[in-house]
């Protein structure tokens, strides 16, 4: 069993910056490959970023490119999500995930477990 606890979500302007944080419990974290997905009120969940057990495995979805960093800490058991220059479409529920196994998948149905998530609201 792996529970998450996301942290860091909040208020921000537009251009602004935050960094989200995610604490995994059990055991074997560094064997996980963890991900940050998101939902908007009306919209499904959807992929953000994910990273497997290094750092040169990693994914992010096309409308966060070059704005939101993934990172992981696996002595904390902890995984990051940076995001700059934030946009008001950038609003939504942020989740953390986590899954056995090497692959990056997109799709929500692939990632066991979940955390309880984090509001981000980007203001105009």
């Keep these: 069993q792996v529970q998450l606890v996301e942290s860091g979500g909040g208020l921000v302007q537009a251009g602004g910056s935050l960094r989200l944080s995610c604490t995994a419990s059990g055991r074997d974290f560094s064997t996980y490959a963890m991900g940050w997905f998101r939902q908007a009120p009306g919209k499904e969940r959807e992929f953000v970023a994910a990273i497997g057990r290094s750092a040169a495995n990693q994914d992010s979805a096309n409308s966060v490119k070059g704005r939101f960093t993934i990172s992981r800490d696996n002595a904390k058991n902890m995984v990051y999500l ?23 998948p997109t799709e929500t149905t692939k990632w066991g477990y979940w955390g309880q998530g984090t509001q981000v609201t980007v203001s105009s």
């Excluded at 940076?82 to 990056?104: F, H, R, W």
């Design 82 to 104: 940076q995001m700059n220059s934030l946009k008001p479409e950038d609003t939504a529920v942020y989740y953390c995930a986590v899954k056995l196994g090497i692959l990056l």
